[in-house]
């Protein structure tokens, strides 16, 4: 069985990848980044979600030498042209910083009205074989974005989106469901038949 490393040290990543990926059926050989503490963390500096994602997954599979898959996603306001997008993770300044990068947008959405708060996660996932094969594709899900925060569970602007045709936001809908619908249980879905060929 070959192992397969998640190119993620995002434990709210992680936990969302082993579920997606055990409702697919494939429970066995997947090892977190955190595995790896000598690898130092990648400049996502690509341009779009689908770069970021590949420098990602390509930077683990050849210091590993096992195949590693990655993502990069975001969320991309309509009235504020698509940003934060690539920048989601680091809107407010600091990476990761998930209080003060909602904190900033909500500020930012103060004045807007609930018909212009549309908004869409998009997810990249990637997998990066040890020798340079990649493969790359893209889930979106729509929504709008909530004027306060709602909701305890999920990481990043989960308190705020909630998703078309719910009533509840990503933060407060169990993992399963959020997992069914999201941007990157789409993209990763699509993955999955090559990670299954590859874990067998």
Not at 57 to 77: E, N
Request: charged content about 20%.
């Amino acid at each position: 069985m070959t192992r397969l490393v998640l190119a993620t040290r995002n434990a709210g990543k992680i936990t969302e990848l082993r579920a997606i990926l055990a409702d697919a059926g494939i429970t066995h050989g997947l090892i977190g980044a955190d595995a790896y503490p000598e690898i130092p963390d990648v400049k996502e500096t690509g341009v779009t979600f689908a770069e970021n994602a590949l420098l990602k997954a390509h930077a683990l599979a050849t210091a590993t030498g096992l195949p590693a898959i990655a993502d990069d996603s975001g969320l991309c306001v309509d009235v504020l042209g698509g940003a934060p997008g690539i920048f989601s993770a680091r809107w407010a300044g600091r990476h990761g910083d998930d209080e003060a990068n909602l904190d900033l947008l909500l500020a930012q959405l103060s004045d807007i009205d609930a018909p212009h708060r549309g908004a869409r996660f998009v997810c990249a996932a990637a997998l990066a074989l040890p020798d340079g094969t990649e493969t790359v594709v893209e889930g979106e899900l729509r929504g709008t974005l909530r004027t306060a925060r709602a909701g305890a569970d999920g990481f990043g602007y989960d308190p705020l989106f909630q998703p078309e045709g719910e009533t509840s936001t990503f933060a407060q809908l169990p993992l399963s469901t959020k997992n069914a619908m999201s941007h990157r249980g789409r993209a990763f879905r699509e993955l999955t038949p090559l990670v299954r060929k590859l874990v067998e």
